[in-house]
């Protein structure tokens, strides 16, 4: 006959085991969608990858729309004038040098991009994120206007290569992202 101390002592490993189970899928099931939450979800991800935009319709003075890291990123082609203007020392602008971090080293030149008649940047004002309105025509907002970007929120005004004018609310220039162009009518940006 058995020793009923060694049938509880059975008995208590067994339930040992059972509630160190039941434990261990409790913390795996609370955990799955902590960590799955942490996990960038496919939407995401496509939304961080780069774009591929092909620029061949776009027309001198137009500007084209497309999104990137769930911004609105703008290419414009802007005329010879437009950038032979951008070459002039402007007094009235805050950081015409581009010396603020807001675009790759490459674009850190008067016309903020890496060919003159093309113009990226993300279209988001630099103030409180209003998105600004292209106004590109000369003299649209004064005699002193050579077209721009002006923001319809607080009036904060840019030059034709994102850049901002003193007392401005916005404190920086519009930022240019990252892009590469891979022939002369096709850009990636990102
Ligand atoms: S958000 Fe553009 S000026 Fe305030």
């Known amino acids: 006959m058995s020793d009923p101390n060694d049938v509880d002592l ?32 496919k939407m995401t991800q ?3 990858e780069p774009i591929t935009v ?8 137009e500007m084209l729309t497309v999104h990137w890291h769930a911004k609105p990123v703008w290419v414009i082609r802007r005329s010879k004038e437009a950038c032979d203007e951008l070459r002039q ?5 805050l950081d015409p040098d581009s010396l603020v971090d807001q675009q790759p080293a490459f674009a850190q030149n008067p016309y ?16 409180l994120g209003c998105i600004p309105n292209f106004m590109p025509q000369a003299l ?3 005699p002193a206007w050579e077209g721009g970007f002006l923001c319809p929120c607080h009036g904060s005004r840019f030059d034709l290569a994102g850049r901002v004018f ?3 609310p916005a404190p920086k220039n519009l930022f240019v ?5 891979l022939d002369e009518h096709t850009v990636v940006i990102g």
């Open 10 to 41: 059975e008995r208590r490993k067994l339930l040992k085991v059972v509630a160190c189970t039941l434990g261990a899928c409790g913390v795996a099931a609370a955990v799955t969608p902590f960590v799955s939450a942490l996990w960038p979800s």
């Open 166 to 168: 003193k007392h401005m």
């Open 177 to 181: 992202p990252p892009y590469h162009f």
């Open 112 to 127: 903020r991009a890496l060919r003159p008649d093309i113009l990226i940047l993300v279209g988001l004002c630099t103030h």
């Open 46 to 48: 496509a939304a961080n």
């Open 140 to 142: 649209s907002l004064g």
């Open 89 to 93: 020392l402007n007094v009235n602008l």
């Open 54 to 61: 092909d620029i061949r319709a776009l027309h001198v003075g």
